[in-house]
């Protein structure tokens, strides 16, 4: 099993998953647990305090890189 790259994980994540990795916020409102606990499950980000792991960090700035 080989590890997956930065853009195949994007690639995966839903819109919502996406929207708080680049707000880089912890999700809020209606539905925020599933997206809360994808992201902590998918190594993405830590729970308390919340915060973006240097994996979701490296999303975040594909992402972004992606938007322009």
């Known amino acids: 099993m080989t590890n997956p790259t930065?853009?195949?994980i994007a690639e995966k994540l839903t819109a919502a998953q996406k929207?708080?990795?680049l707000l880089e916020r912890q999700p809020s409102g209606n539905g925020k647990w599933p997206v809360h606990?994808?992201?902590?499950?998918?190594?993405?980000a830590g729970?308390?305090?919340?915060?973006?792991t240097s994996l979701g960090l490296s999303v975040r700035a594909y992402l972004q890189e992606q938007e322009r």
């Open 19 to 21: 929207r708080w990795i």
């Open 6 to 8: 930065i853009a195949e």
């Open 47 to 52: 729970g308390f305090p919340w915060r973006l």
């Open 37 to 44: 606990n994808a992201l902590i499950d998918k190594g993405l």
